[in-house]
């Protein structure tokens, strides 16, 4: 009795796994690409795939910070004259890791719009917020 009870619930607990995994919304971020720059202080260059860039989007919702980032998905055709307007400063390298990258971006990526300065890579919280307060004290 105890064992078929025991493994009753691993199934339904396997079951609700799988479906927790694909009804995932895939659209996990915002994208912005097609409004206007006006109101943000930071870019958020990220892949839908990039475990690092949903670690960031996770820490910039918690943080309050997600109004103030504009959201710039790298695999979509309609920021491609965005990403090219600031391809100085979202950082290109030969080596994608993600086949959904445009040749050499790389996720997750943090440009100022106020200073241009760039942190590219996953962030902790404190640095994240740190290099917001960094921004901003340039937009002043």
């Known amino acids: 009795m ?18 927790y995994f694909f009804l995932l919304p895939t659209n996990f971020y915002r994208n912005d690409c097609g409004k206007p720059l006006e109101g943000f ?4 260059v990220y892949l839908q795939d990039c475990s690092h860039c949903k670690n960031d989007f996770k820490r910039i919702e918690s943080l309050n910070l997600s109004t103030k980032f504009y959201m710039i998905d790298a695999s979509d055709p309609k920021c491609k004259s965005l990403i090219e307007d600031y391809k100085d400063y ?6 994608s890791n993600y086949q959904s990258a445009p040749t050499g971006i790389f996720t997750p990526t943090k440009v100022c719009l ?5 942190h590219i890579g996953e962030q902790a919280e404190k640095e ?13």
């Open 2 to 19: 105890k064992l078929s009870i025991l493994i009753l619930g691993l199934v339904i607990g396997g079951i609700a796994a799988i479906s």
């Open 41 to 44: 202080d930071v870019l958020f």
């Open 90 to 95: 979202i950082i290109y390298h030969k080596n």
């Open 114 to 118: 106020h200073s241009n300065k760039t």
């Open 128 to 140: 994240l917020m740190e290099f917001y307060e960094d921004c901003i004290k340039v937009k002043s």
